[in-house]
């Protein structure tokens, strides 16, 4: 049977999806449109491709311009003004700016937004994480803040530098971290502000209370609850790009940075299966959760990216290697008892918890890291 595509329009829109102009919208062939929810907007310009994309209920693509949805998960609610979104998850509640440019890894949780022309791959911004515009991350997780009003935040003009040249095609085993995990999950940690016009040559860690000044290149990590503005170096010497090659110093904090970022996926994804999966299934949320297993697929390619990093640095230079079967092995069980009050929205139900679950879910988290840092 050929793919007609006015037919394929029209059964969205008998379905409850909202088309403003059939004419300005294109759906391939390999999009299922049962993973396009009655209530989402398709504006003109639309495009979606790409046999894993999902749009939700009320989410909107395409409200400033053309917009390119490829192989990607869009919760409900969640927003893309225009631009190209591809390999990558937002869930309900997010927003993208205008020209926006993500690619594969990219994972956006509830309230998370950027402004105008931000582009982001291999980056997990976690509840409420807010860019400015302008900006250039790959390589990274940011958490951080108290609700979607204090939130950390990446001011304009902001890049974050994955790449070292050293050796015959240089390296990208540089993650780095803004905020944690095990800790930024329970949405009650000091905000982090990342000073505009600025960057960060990762792999580095910025603790959560942490305030960098615009208009600087942060060159070192930076410790919970600091301000910091450092100076770049000033020199001049001879250099090769053969001859050339990091110090012990640098190998060895390349693999400490890898392993800690990679034990923080673990716990994420851990988070994802054994708590939100749990919640969603409870409220009987379909939808919610094929979104919560878009974001898993997401936290898998992370995976799977740092390793293929790190082990191309570490062949490169004689690190250490990563025993990284652990990775592929399940996370400690979550079995302590918890109000799971299923009614309640994701972040108000994170806002309720009482000290004591906080702690035994901490406790959790803490182990699932260990485990791969153990283990790595």
């Not at 409420?128 to 515009?133: I, K, W």
């Not at 999950?185 to 860690?205: A, Q, T, Y």
């Amino acid at each position: 049977m050929s793919y007609s595509i006015e037919q394929s329009l029209k059964t969205l829109e008998d379905k409850g999806v909202i088309i403003i102009d059939p004419r300005q919208v294109y759906v391939s062939s390999d999009v299922d449109i049962e993973r396009i929810y009655p209530g989402s907007v398709l504006y003109p310009g639309t495009r979606l491709t790409g046999s894993r994309t999902l749009i939700g209920s009320g989410a909107k693509i395409g409200t400033e311009g053309p917009a390119t949805v490829n192989d990607s998960v869009i919760g409900a609610g969640a927003s893309i003004a225009s631009g190209y979104v591809a390999g990558s998850t937002l869930l309900p509640r997010a927003n993208v700016g205008g020209s926006c440019h993500l690619r594969a890894g990219t994972l956006l949780e509830e309230e998370a937004n950027t402004a105008h022309a931000v582009g982001l791959k291999q980056t997990i911004m976690m509840y409420g994480v807010t860019m400015g515009s302008l900006i250039n991350f790959c390589d990274a997780l940011l958490s951080g803040g108290l609700s979607r009003k204090v939130h950390t935040e990446v001011g304009s003009g902001f890049i974050h530098f994955n790449f070292t040249p050293w050796g015959e095609t240089g390296d990208k085993a540089t993650p780095s971290l803004v905020g944690t995990v095990t800790e930024g999950v329970f949405i009650d940690k000091p905000p982090i502000f990342l000073g505009g016009m600025s960057g960060i040559v990762g792999p580095k860690e910025i603790g959560f209370g942490a305030m960098t000044i615009a208009g600087q290149v942060v060159r070192r990590s930076v410790p919970d609850d600091t301000m910091y503005s450092g100076t770049s170096p000033n020199f001049e010497r001879p250099f090769s790009y053969d001859s050339s090659q990091p110090s012990q110093k640098h190998i060895d904090h390349t693999r400490e940075s890898n392993v800690e970022y990679l034990a923080q996926l673990y716990a994420l994804k851990a988070w994802y299966t054994q708590v939100r999966m749990r919640r969603s299934e409870l409220c009987g949320d379909e939808e919610l959760s094929l979104v919560y297993a878009g974001a898993l697929e997401t936290l898998d390619a992370c995976v799977e990216e740092r390793l293929k990093r790190y082990k191309s640095f570490a062949s490169s230079w004689d690190a250490k290697p990563f025993h990284d079967a652990c990775l592929d092995e399940a996370a400690p069980a979550f079995e302590a008892p918890l109000d799971w009050k299923p009614e309640l929205a994701y972040d108000k139900w994170v806002w309720s918890l009482s000290e004591s679950e906080k702690s035994v879910l901490h406790d959790w988290m803490v182990s699932c890291a260990d485990k791969i840092r153990n283990g790595l």
